[in-house]
């Protein structure tokens, strides 16, 4: 696919979000035709009509119809390999863009040479900030969620380390990961690290992707500049048992692929992959028990 320099194109993975992909394309109509938006939508085998609306209702949008769930990774991944523009947006089904919130993420991403991956300001669809970033997670850091620090402390720089809860999201600043729900980065970064890694098929695909990109030396970036609202969870929520153990699986692969090859690595990943283990069935009887 000819790539095009200066065009933004925009990569929505939809599963069964019926209820949310009308708003979210229709926020993105000013922009589209201001910027010459290129929109693919790829839909992973919805049986709630998302699919049938977006062609009947934006003929624009370029439609890619998997039979199956892929996954979000590989989903992406065939998306964004269909563009032709050297600039995307890869936006979640349940989000909304507001003041031009593309063109300041594309104009941001011009200025910073070096920029990997920039993230937007989250607001709920109440307006309220949503505090979205994240480092890298560490060892550490499931002690300190496993033993509630993080929750005792929340604005504390190392028990709050990994969400971040001391920082207000009010200003611009480097950050390991930006929020997966609105991600902006260049096509030749995307070719450079061979894509979304599949083995993440729903979650820390994009931690992983981050990392990568910090590794081959680049910097992201939070850009509050630039807002979109975002429903929490409109993407999985329907099936919330699931998507804990997903969660927790993915963490843990996170972990092993990243894990040193030292003995006391290996050890402590057995540790805490036991921890995970114990930690996702936990959550499920409790998510279960209280819904």
């Given at each position: 696919?000819?790539?095009?320099?200066?065009?933004?194109?925009?990569?929505?993975?939809?599963?069964?979000?019926?209820?949310?992909?009308?708003?979210?394309?229709?926020?993105?109509?000013?922009?589209?035709?201001?910027?010459?938006?290129?929109?693919?939508?790829?839909?992973?085998?919805?049986?709630?009509?998302?699919?049938?609306?977006?062609?009947?209702?934006?003929?624009?949008?370029?439609?890619?119809?998997?039979?199956?769930?892929?996954?979000?990774?590989?989903?992406?991944?065939?998306?964004?390999?269909?563009?032709?523009?050297?600039?995307?947006?890869?936006?979640?089904?349940?989000?909304?863009?507001?003041?031009?919130?593309?063109?300041?993420?594309?104009r941001f991403l011009n200025e910073k040479a070096s920029a990997g991956v920039i993230g937007p300001r989250f607001n709920g669809f109440d307006g309220i900030?949503?505090?979205?970033?994240?480092?890298?997670?560490?060892?550490?850091?499931?002690?300190?969620?496993?033993?509630?620090?993080?929750?005792?402390?929340?604005?504390?720089?190392?028990?709050?380390?990994?969400?971040?809860?001391?920082?207000?999201?009010?200003?611009?600043?480097?950050?390991?990961?930006?929020?997966?729900?609105?991600?902006?980065?260049?096509?030749?970064?995307?070719?450079?690290?061979?894509?979304?890694?599949?083995?993440?098929?729903?979650?820390?695909?994009?931690?992983?992707?981050?990392?990568?990109?910090?590794?081959?030396?680049?910097?992201?970036?939070?850009?509050?500049?630039?807002?979109?609202?975002?429903?929490?969870?409109?993407?999985?929520?329907?099936?919330?048992?699931?998507?804990?153990?997903?969660?927790?699986?993915?963490?843990?692969?996170?972990?092993?692929?990243?894990?040193?090859?030292?003995?006391?690595?290996?050890?402590?990943?057995?540790?805490?992959?036991?921890?995970?283990?114990?930690?996702?069935?936990?959550?499920?009887?409790?998510?279960?028990?209280?819904?």
């Amino acid at each position: 696919m000819k790539v095009i320099a200066g065009k933004v194109s925009v990569v929505i993975v939809t599963y069964n979000g019926a209820e949310f992909i009308r708003d979210c394309l229709r926020s993105l109509m000013d922009e589209a035709t201001a910027l010459n938006l290129e929109i693919v939508a790829v839909d992973n085998g919805s049986t709630d009509g998302t699919a049938a609306l977006i062609s009947k209702e934006f003929p624009i949008v370029k439609l890619i119809k998997n039979n199956v769930n892929a996954g979000f990774a590989r989903a992406a991944n065939q998306g964004i390999e269909m563009t032709q523009g050297d600039i995307i947006l890869l936006l979640n089904q349940d989000t909304k863009i507001r003041n031009d919130a593309v063109s300041k993420l594309a104009r941001f991403l011009n200025e910073k040479a070096s920029a990997g991956v920039i993230g937007p300001r989250f607001n709920g669809f109440d307006g309220i900030l949503q505090k979205s970033c994240r480092a890298l997670p560490r060892y550490r850091d499931l002690l300190f969620e496993f033993t509630g620090l993080s929750y005792l402390f929340p604005r504390s720089k190392i028990f709050a380390h990994w969400k971040m809860g001391w920082f207000d999201h009010l200003t611009e600043r480097e950050v390991d990961q930006p929020m997966g729900a609105a991600m902006m980065f260049r096509k030749g970064l995307f070719e450079r690290l061979g894509g979304f890694d599949e083995d993440f098929p729903i979650f820390f695909n994009d931690v992983d992707f981050c990392r990568r990109a910090q590794d081959a030396g680049l910097v992201n970036y939070y850009y509050p500049e630039a807002v979109i609202e975002h429903f929490v969870g409109g993407s999985t929520r329907k099936r919330k048992p699931q998507m804990i153990l997903e969660s927790h699986r993915a963490m843990y692969r996170y972990f092993r692929k990243y894990c040193r090859k030292s003995f006391l690595s290996r050890i402590a990943l057995y540790f805490w992959g036991i921890m995970l283990y114990i930690s996702a069935y936990l959550r499920v009887g409790l998510s279960l028990i209280f819904k």
